[in-house]
Structures are given as C-alpha cells and as structure tokens.
C-alpha cells in the first residue's frame, strides 16, 4: 500500500490496535480517534485518504460524524467505510443514507479489510 | 462438235471433282491441324495442371506438417499453462494459509496485550468484553469470578444479557457450574452432554478462567452473531488465550484495587 492516510475511530481499543496491525505498512500513516468528536477533529486537521468508523462510538454518533464530515469542504470527499458489529442487514443499509461509502461487519475478515481498503484508497 | 462438246463437259466435271476433293482434303487437313493444336493446347493444360497438383500436394503436406507442429505447440502450452495454473492455485492458497495464520496471530497477539494493558478492573472486563465481541463475535455474554469461600461463581461482567438473572451460578449447576468445576472448556459438540439449565439455553461456550491450574472464574459465551457461520480454529485459541489471560488479568486488577483501595484507605486521615 502507498503512503496513505487512514483514520481509524473506534471506542474500542482492542479494534483500534487490530485495524492498526492489519493495516500498517511503510510509509503508511495510520491515526486513531476513540470517538466521534476526536474523529471529527483528526478529519479536519489531518484529511486523510480514509475512515474506518466504528458505529458504537461515545459523544457523537456514526450518523453524525458522517453529516459532520460531509458538510466540511475539506472532509466532503473523503470516502467511510462502517465497522458495524452486528450482521443484520438493515444496519448494512442503515449505513449508506448518512454518507458511508461502505461497510464491514464485525467480527472484521483482515482479508476483506484489507482488500476495502486498497479499494477505496486505489491500490 | 457434239462429241468435243461432250469431251469438254466431262472434262470440267472432272475438274470440278478434283477441286472438290481437293478443297476437302484441305479441309480435312485444317481441321486436323486444328485437332492436334486443341490436343497440345489439352496436353499442356493437363501438364499445367499436374504440375498445380503436386504444387497443392506438396503445399498440403507442409502444411498438415505445419499444422501438426501448432498442434504440438498448442498441446506444450496448454500443459504449461496448466502447471502455471496449479503453481498459482498452489501458490495462491499458500497466500491464503499464510494471511489466515497473520489474521490468527494477530488476532491472538491483540488479545493478549490488551488484556494485560491495564491494572484497572473494568477495562480489564471491558477488554474480555471487545474480544468476545469484536474478534469471537458474540454479543451476549457473562464474565463470573468464584466467591471467596468457592461455592458459586458471581457474575462481574456481562454483555447483551439480564444481569439480574445471571447473577450467580452455584458451583456444579449447569453447564456454567459444571466446567467451572472441572476445568474443562464446554465447546457445542465436542462430545460433553451436560444438562443444561433453562436460562443456559443459548449457552454456545464456557470457558473456565484458570489461574495457576486453579479455576478463578468463568466466561460464558450465549448466541453468536448471525454472520457467524461457527466456531472456528481461531476461537478455540481465543479460547484458550482467554482460559490463561482473563484470569490472570482480574486477578491483577483485583489485587491492583485492593492495594490501591489500602493506599487510599491509608491516607484517609
């Protein structure tokens, strides 16, 4: 993977460490947030190529990172993919009105994660 | 006169017979000329196309030899691309293995420093809690410690479930009670049938939490996430990873609180 930005933002830590093992490669930048607002924030001081957002997240909610991230100019484009915990399909679809660009359900495959992301990153 | 005339009119008749045969044989003789250059002109289009023929032949050989060659190639390349096609599956499902046992290790190597990454009690069980739910992939799940005096088993954690009517589990009852007591980890047929309680319907796993071969505690694992199609040979090392480290790590924080709890207490004037 060429040197990209990824932020990852999960409560949970041993997702956050998981995510960062799985992805990290030179050159790659991988930065964490373990909630919504700090998502929100690392999005706009760092606009990186992607977002793995996690959809439990304590002081602002996935929806609402989503619309927060797309009214920004800066962060409008970038794409986010859903870290969903449960297999139903209606939160699979649930994702996609407020502005996710994809999904993956937990317990994350590290093969589908990854092949996600080269995807949306153009590798 | 009449006699002369006669002799003349034979003569001309004669003459004329002559001329006519004459004329004929010329003109049998043209026709035959014209005969034998058409037979020529046949003989040396016969020659034309014998020769075409053994052109075409000899052509046709080649290139049946030329096609027996491709043929030949054909077959070579088709039996190289089928050993590069075994090669690639072999080597693509080396890639697979190889990514599978990553994806395993890291999942074993997340749990475990996370599990010892604090000395706090309740992110201790809130890391017990992200494993079964993030990597295992269960929502519904019960973290008991045994009492002090080793009767039953006290539910300090839990996820998805009624606390209240987990709350204990007298040591021997159910399949909760029964693997705290052996020791044994309670895996969906692996040839333990124990009985079942009602509230353990939709028990799938239990884990007894072991520490230093002493049993400490337990974790019981109810319904799977749907997408979950099963256990798989990674669970049963979270399993185990889990049976060793959960226990260990509430062990610690307990230990930990108790200190910290005397420390504090100790200051109070």
New interface residues.
């Given amino acids: 993977m060429s040197a990209k930005k990824i932020l990852l933002v999960d409560d949970?830590?041993?997702?956050l460490?998981?995510e960062q093992?799985?992805l990290h490669s030179p050159g790659s930048q991988i930065l964490m947030a373990k909630d919504g607002e700090a998502g929100v924030r690392a999005a706009l001081s760092h606009r990186p190529d992607l977002i793995l957002l996690g959809t439990d997240l304590p002081r602002m909610d996935a929806s609402e990172v989503c619309r927060q991230l797309r009214a920004h100019e800066t962060t409008r484009e970038i794409p986010v993919v859903l870290l969903i915990?449960?297999?139903?399909d209606e939160n699979v679809e649930e994702g996609f009105p407020f502005g996710a660009n994809g999904s993956i359900?937990?317990?994350?495959d590290?093969?589908e994660l990854l092949s996600k992301v080269r995807n949306f990153l153009g590798d | 006169m009449a006699i002369k005339k006669e002799g003349e009119g034979q003569g001309s008749y004669v003459f004329k017979v002559r001329e006519d045969t004459r004329r004929y044989v010329q003109d049998l003789l043209n026709e035959n000329e014209k005969l034998r250059r058409l037979v020529a002109s046949l003989e040396s289009d016969k020659s034309r196309v014998l020769g075409e023929k053994l052109t075409l032949q000899e052509k046709m050989l080649s290139l049946r030899e030329e096609l027996d060659r491709i043929y030949h190639e054909q077959s070579d390349l088709r039996r190289q691309l089928a050993e590069v096609e075994a090669a690639n599956q072999h080597f693509s499902h080396q890639y697979f293995s190889v990514e599978q046992q990553n994806n395993n290790l890291a999942n074993l190597y997340v749990a475990s420093y996370q599990i010892h990454s604090t000395l706090d009690r309740g992110e201790v069980l809130s890391t017990i809690q992200e494993i079964v739910v993030n990597l295992i992939g269960s929502e519904e799940l019960a973290i008991y410690e045994m009492d002090d005096d080793g009767a039953d088993l006290r539910l300090v954690g839990s996820f998805g479930i009624d606390p209240v009517a987990y709350a204990t589990v007298p040591l021997g009852s159910g399949i909760i009670g029964k693997t705290a007591m052996s020791g044994e980890i309670y895996l969906p047929g692996k040839g333990m049938d124990l009985a079942r309680t009602p509230r353990e319907a939709n028990l799938t796993v239990c884990v007894p939490l072991k520490l230093s071969g002493r049993v400490f505690g337990s974790l019981a694992l109810f319904r799977l996430l749907p997408q979950k199609n099963g256990l798989e040979a990674i669970d049963y090392e979270l399993f185990d990873l889990l049976a060793a480290h959960a226990a260990t790590a509430l062990y610690l924080s307990k230990l930990h609180g108790e200190k910290v709890g005397v420390g504090r207490a100790s200051l109070t004037p």
Avoid: Y
């Fill in positions: 949970a830590g041993t997702m460490l998981l093992m799985v915990p449960r297999g139903e359900i937990k317990p994350i590290h093969i």
